[in-house]
């Protein structure tokens, strides 16, 4: 049987000029997963990465504590179909029609803009992601520009499916990616619905790992959104 570790970037820079960049909480909850990972003894026998900056370097910090430990730690592979859905873009593009229609949505917005609350802008913008997905997925709001929903599930789930029908009997495979995909090969293991998935995006932390077992003809979950490693409670974020 082969295990998949499915694990979410660490923090990125929430608010800064480059958002793909790892914070530094999110440089330590990457290094903190590798040294974890070795003292378990997980032998990794390849690395799949989306192509976000913020995807790479957590493996590229991961990796680090194996090669200081003496082991190895396989050449990331990046693959393309495995960045995170254009929340920025879902978000730029329907945030203006919606918050005409809804004052609520206007007024999160006159929030945001108006306070230097850091935490307060973090969850006045996670409010505004989810209420403006939400409307997307059931389709209120519509732009064939860019990838949908549904159709970025079924991205994820292809990209899953050819990662495991070229992978050999009992390996271990650590795919570095973030909070969407990770909710969407949930979905694949547990038959999840779009919007089931969509919600499950929400819960996932930072650097977390969510394992899976395959065979050819088994794909199951076995645990979900864990991070045993980040013991100190600042390092447990989800953005």
Request: proline share 4%; hydrophobic share 40%.
């Amino acid at each position: 049987m082969g295990v998949l570790l499915v694990v979410r970037h660490g923090q990125a820079s929430f608010l800064a000029d480059n958002y793909d960049k790892l914070s530094e909480r999110g440089e330590r909850q990457s290094r903190l997963l590798g040294e974890y990972w070795v003292a378990q003894g997980v032998e990794i026998t390849q690395v799949v990465t989306g192509p976000a900056e913020r995807q790479i370097r957590t493996a590229v910090l991961a990796g680090e504590a194996y090669r200081r430990a003496g082991l190895s730690w396989p050449e990331p592979v990046v693959d393309h179909d495995l960045d995170e859905y254009p929340a920025e873009k879902v978000v730029r593009t329907f945030l203006p029609p919606l918050t005409e229609r809804y004052a609520h949505l206007a007024d999160f917005v006159a929030q945001f803009q108006s306070t230097a609350d850091f935490s307060l802008k973090q969850k006045l913008f996670d409010k505004v992601l989810r209420e403006v997905s939400q409307r997307w997925l059931e389709g209120e709001v519509v732009d064939e520009s860019f990838i949908n929903w549904p159709s970025f599930c079924r991205r994820i789930e292809g990209s899953v499916r050819r990662i495991l029908d070229s992978a050999p009997k009992s390996s271990t495979i650590a795919v570095f990616t973030s909070a969407g995909p990770t909710a969407a090969v949930a979905r694949v293991a547990l038959g999840l619905t779009d919007a089931a998935t969509l919600n499950l995006t929400w819960s996932v932390r930072n650097a977390s790992v969510s394992e899976f077992l395959f065979t050819k003809d088994r794909f199951s979950m076995s645990t979900f959104n864990t991070t045993p490693h980040l013991a100190d409670a600042a390092l447990l974020t989800y953005r």
